[in-house]
């Protein structure tokens, strides 16, 4: 079956732009992560949903990160006034539900800011 | 808090040698352990993980990991590398169901033929 999509794969931008990063987790997951990992960097928890619902924000890395599903399906991490420190690949994942041991990745959203 | 340590940034190994990718772990309560591997211009794919049960796990492509509670590692092994082995590793731990996942910052494995 399909497995989890990100879209773009690669996003170039200009610094004080705002960018939106998609997820689309596989059917029936109604658990959804976010992730971002910075070059030579481990990967830094951003936020989860559980369904619609997004219970802990506090790993999101300032105010200009925002993040929202709906239906159960798509995530959608949007970045404000985009920095250079911005730079990284956003990596979504998903899962049974938050409790399932095993996440599934997507091939990530390389974004640079120029 | 939990946290994991990955205390290589960079591991060489000849093909047909055994190869080790430590890890080593800090939660509160029991540990749930995962490895995952990262192939270049991939997702992260899941390789094995450790709940409760047996401290030898075994998991895909050959690898294992042993959970070793007295020494808090979960240090990733294979008998013998593949050059397609070489890829960035992951340890990642949550200490209850309802927690994320905490990832280590990886390590590079790099097998040689």
């Known amino acids: 079956g399909a497995g989890v999509s990100q879209s773009p794969s690669n996003k170039v931008t200009e610094k004080g732009k705002d960018v939106e990063l998609r997820c689309d987790p596989i059917s029936g997951h109604t658990a959804l992560y976010w992730y971002r990992q910075r070059l030579g960097q481990g990967l830094e928890f951003l936020i989860y949903?559980?369904?619609?619902?997004?219970?802990?924000k506090s790993g999101l890395p300032s105010d200009r990160f925002s993040a929202e599903r709906t239906g159960e399906s798509v995530s959608t991490l949007t970045i404000q006034r985009t920095q250079q420190e911005d730079s990284a690949v956003y990596l979504c994942a998903s899962s049974l539900d938050f409790r399932s041991y095993e996440q599934y990745f997507g091939p990530g959203t390389r974004l640079t800011v120029t | 808090a939990q946290s994991v340590a990955q205390p290589e940034d960079q591991v060489n190994v000849a093909e047909g040698n055994p190869l080790t990718v430590k890890c080593t772990y800090s939660?509160?309560?029991?540990?749930?352990l995962f490895w995952y591997v990262q192939y270049p211009n991939r997702g992260l794919q899941f390789l094995l993980k450790?709940?409760?049960?047996?401290?030898l796990v075994k998991g895909s492509y050959g690898f294992e990991a042993e959970f070793n509670k007295s020494q808090t590692s979960f240090h990733l092994k294979k008998p013998s590398a593949l050059v397609s082995d070489s890829a960035l590793y992951f340890c990642a731990v949550r200490d209850r169901e309802n927690t994320p996942l905490v990832f280590g910052k990886g390590t590079r494995l790099s097998v040689i033929a």
């Open positions: 450790y709940i409760t049960g047996d401290n």
């Open positions: 949903f559980q369904g619609n619902s997004a219970p802990d």
């Open positions: 939660v509160s309560g029991n540990p749930y």
